[in-house]
């Protein structure tokens, strides 16, 4: 069984960083496309980023580009998200989620297994 757990969440001041980890157990994270999403309270579920099996291609929201960075290391199973410059609009509960499929897309019902999600808070 698919099992995520994602850390590296915290509070954080505008203009900081921080660095998310998604490890996966259960199986083997080459097998999958990672998504990194985030939510935040009375909002959508929101697409940031993510990065494919095969190839490592990757994709951004335009939130994202130039300040979030998502990688992988299958060696360890674990991605990651570094997050640079952050905003006070960044504060969210971020997730990390598979796909069993190729193409990296940012849309939440192609994810079928998601981890507990971490909390980042921006602020002064």
């Known amino acids: 069984q698919v099992q995520l757990v994602e850390s590296g969440g915290g509070l954080v001041q505008p203009g900081g960083s921080l660095r998310l980890s998604c490890l996966l157990s259960?199986?083997?994270?080459?097998?999958?496309?990672i998504g990194w999403f985030r939510q935040a309270p009375g909002e959508e579920r929101e697409g940031i980023a993510c990065?494919?099996?095969?190839?490592?291609?990757?994709l951004y929201a335009d939130s994202a580009k130039g300040r979030f960075t998502i990688s992988r290391d299958n060696s360890k199973n674990t991605a990651y998200l570094q997050m640079n410059n952050l905003k006070s609009d960044d504060t969210a509960v971020y997730y990390c989620?598979?796909?069993?499929?190729?193409?990296?897309?940012?849309?939440?019902?192609?994810?079928?297994?998601w981890g507990p999600g971490t909390q980042v808070t921006v602020r002064s």
């Open positions: 990065i494919s099996r095969s190839w490592g291609s990757t």
């Open positions: 989620a598979t796909d069993p499929g190729s193409a990296c897309r940012l849309v939440p019902a192609k994810y079928n297994n």
């Open positions: 259960g199986d083997t994270l080459d097998y999958y496309t």
